[in-house]
């Protein structure tokens, strides 16, 4: 799915939006939330919303842009 935002600010509430329709919708349970190391989805509300939900969040490693190329920009869901 993609969401468009005019800010980044958005990423975080969208996230949990999502989260939230993918549990509703089918029934499905996420598990693991891979970023990048971005505030919006490193902050203390994210971290909150993550235990809540038995999320395990990743994030990918600082200076390794074999990592970051595949993660800048999105977020993957498993």
């Known amino acids: 799915m993609v969401y468009l935002m005019k800010d980044k600010s958005e990423a975080s509430k969208l996230v949990m939006n999502f ?3 993918v549990r509703t919708q089918f029934n499905i349970n996420i598990k ?11 902050s203390g509300p994210m971290k909150e919303f993550y235990a809540k939900h038995g999320i395990v969040p990743q ?3 600082v200076d390794a842009p074999q990592q970051n190329g595949r993660v800048k920009g999105n977020i993957n869901i498993f």
Do not use: A, H
Not at 32 to 42: H, K
């Open 19 to 21: 989260c939230m329709m």
């Open 32 to 42: 693991v939330l891979r970023s990048d190391n971005r505030s919006e989805f490193t």
């Open 59 to 61: 994030t990918s490693c």
